[in-house]
Structure formats: C-alpha cells, structure tokens
C-alpha cells in the first residue's frame, strides 16, 4: 500500500516530465474541444470584467483561448505559457498576433504587472504542495486586476489528501491559499454537473476568481 502510495503521490517534476515529453494530437485532442461546456462556463466569467490581456498558464492545444476569441470582442490581445514545447508551437501557428512562451507555471517570463487576467484550468492540480506558494507569488507577480482558477477546490484537509492518494492530482483550499498570498475578493464557483459531468471535476471542480491586491 505504501509503495502504491508513493507511486501516486507524483511531485511537480514528475508531472512537469509527463507534460513535457508528451506527444499528441494537439488539435484533436485539445483545440477541437473549443466548445466543451466548462469552456463556455469560463469564457462566461471573464465577460463579467473588464480587460484587454488574457493569459492561460497551462495553455496546452489552446482551447480556451480559441473559445475567447470566438465568443468576446476581437479586440482582446491572447497569450498562454506551457511546458511542452510542441504545445507552443502549435499555438503559434494557430493563433494570429497572440504571446506564447515555453515556461513552468513557477517561473513565467514576463515582467511585473504585464497582464490584466491570469486563466488556469487543470493546470495546477499538476503543482505539488512544495511549489504551490511559488506558483501562487508567481501569479501575482504578473497580473494587474484578476485570477480565474479552474481548478480541484475543497476545504476539508482529509478529502484533498484522498484526492492526491487516489488519484495523483493535488486539490487546495484556494480561499485561504489566495487570501495567504494577499488576493482580495476571492469567489468560488462549482462548476455545474452539466458543465463537467464524471471524474473529480465533477465532486470538487470549482472555478475561483480573484482579485489581484493593490501594488505598493
């Protein structure tokens, strides 16, 4: 039971391998889910604020971002980091005019306050909890009003942990982990059964929006 364990327990390095060498059909597997319910559910949300830059962390195929473009103004300047360069790659040939760069969610190279909105969706369940801290700094480094988090949410310290055991994925308590790093304003929206149907989006999927505080 314990090697099983440990075999789950991935950390960050172990997941950042797995992403980084993976080779796949980004299209089908990704952009082509442009239109999948919990897209349309964050492409809602981020019209309820005002903004010009967007970045996805974790921007994979850039399905979200293909959602953005298809659903808000034309006016909106698009970017997105990932770890897998293929990724990259693909995003740009696929989006026109838009930022991407190779880079882990811990050390994004962009300067202070260079972005409006931050996005993440199932990115950081990948970030064990000896990273999450440099993640949640590295966030608020770059972003000047907002964070949205689609990510695995739950207050109980118990289910996090049975999260992690049975599935390797890494669950927080975004309030008070947002609230410890200083954002104000933090909202939790769980995403509706029809949005996310199965899995663990299902039991502990939550979107959570933030706002970045005010820089001294």
Same mark, same amino acid.
């Given at each position: 039971?314990?090697?099983?364990?440990?075999?789950?327990?991935?950390?960050?390095?172990?997941?950042?391998?797995?992403?980084?060498?993976?080779?796949?059909?980004?299209?089908?597997?990704?952009?082509?889910?442009?239109?999948?319910?919990?897209?349309?559910?964050?492409?809602?949300?981020?019209?309820?604020?005002?903004?010009?830059?967007?970045?996805?962390?974790?921007?994979?195929?850039?399905?979200? /971002?293909?959602?953005?473009?298809?659903?808000?103004?034309?006016?909106?300047?698009?970017?997105?980091?990932?770890?897998?360069?293929?990724?990259?790659?693909?995003?740009?040939?696929?989006?026109?005019?838009?930022?991407?760069?190779?880079?882990?969610?811990?050390?994004?190279?962009?300067?202070?306050?260079?972005?409006?909105?931050?996005?993440?969706?199932?990115?950081?369940?990948?970030?064990?909890?000896?990273?999450?801290?440099?993640?949640?700094?590295? /966030?608020?480094?770059?972003?000047?009003?907002?964070?949205? /988090?689609?990510?695995?949410?739950?207050?109980?310290?118990?289910?996090?942990?049975?999260? #992690?055991?049975?599935?390797?994925?890494?669950?927080?308590?975004?309030?008070?982990?947002?609230?410890?790093?200083?954002?104000?304003?933090?909202? #939790?929206?769980?995403?509706?059964?029809?949005?996310?149907?199965?899995?663990?989006?299902?039991?502990?999927?939550?979107?959570?929006?933030?706002?970045?505080?005010?820089?001294?």
């Amino acid at each position: 039971m314990l090697s099983y364990a440990r075999n789950l327990f991935k950390t960050t390095s172990q997941h950042a391998k797995y992403w980084r060498d993976r080779k796949i059909d980004w299209k089908t597997s990704y952009l082509d889910t442009w239109n999948h319910p919990h897209r349309q559910l964050l492409s809602h949300i981020l019209k309820t604020f005002s903004w010009h830059s967007l970045l996805e962390v974790g921007v994979g195929g850039g399905a979200n /971002l293909a959602n953005i473009v298809m659903t808000h103004p034309k006016n909106k300047q698009l970017g997105g980091t990932d770890i897998n360069a293929d990724a990259i790659e693909f995003c740009n040939k696929t989006f026109e005019g838009a930022f991407f760069k190779v880079c882990p969610a811990d050390d994004i190279m962009m300067s202070d306050n260079s972005v409006d909105m931050i996005l993440t969706d199932m990115s950081l369940i990948y970030i064990d909890p000896r990273k999450i801290d440099a993640v949640m700094r590295e /966030l608020k480094r770059i972003a000047r009003q907002h964070i949205v /988090l689609c990510e695995f949410h739950s207050e109980s310290w118990l289910e996090r942990m049975k999260i #992690r055991l049975l599935s390797g994925y890494n669950a927080y308590d975004y309030v008070k982990l947002l609230e410890k790093h200083g954002f104000n304003d933090v909202i #939790r929206y769980k995403i509706p059964k029809q949005a996310w149907e199965g899995g663990w989006q299902e039991k502990v999927g939550y979107v959570i929006v933030a706002r970045v505080p005010r820089r001294k």
